[in-house]
């Protein structure tokens, strides 16, 4: 059985920052893109960024210049470094996983930009 495990979120002022991480176990032969995605209340989830197997990224442009995908592949595990952070940027941020063709989602970990 595959397992997503987000790790990192919490509270933070403006301006701050934070890093999440997201680790995948259980029987994997092998994981494609891996990413992160975001879900405020009363909206949908929205993409945030993502890293292929082989290192390249995709941003929201909301995000860019700001956040950092990166991604060990030894370990299984994709961060986000979120730098400038702003209130619009609170939500739930779920990592997402192609693991051996199949799409998994993590449970999520809550993020609350507030002074």
């Known amino acids: 059985q595959v397992r997503l495990v987000e790790s990192g979120g919490g509270l933070v002022q403006p301006g701050g920052s934070l890093r999440l991480s997201c680790a995948a176990s259980?029987?994997?032969?092998?994981?494609?893109?891996m990413g992160w995605y975001r879900q405020a209340p009363g909206k949908q989830r929205e993409m945030v960024a993502t890293?292929?197997?082989?290192?390249?990224?995709n941003y929201a442009d909301s995000v860019k210049g700001r956040f950092t995908i990166s991604r060990d592949n030894a370990k299984n595990t994709v961060y986000l470094q979120m730098n400038s952070l702003k209130p619009e940027d609170t939500a739930v941020y779920y990592c997402?996983?192609?693991?051996?063709?199949?799409?998994?989602w993590g449970q999520g970990t809550q993020v609350t930009v507030s002074p």
């Open positions: 890293i292929t197997s082989s290192g390249s990224t």
């Open positions: 997402g996983a192609d693991i051996s063709r199949l799409w998994y």
């Open positions: 259980g029987s994997i032969f092998s994981i494609n893109v």
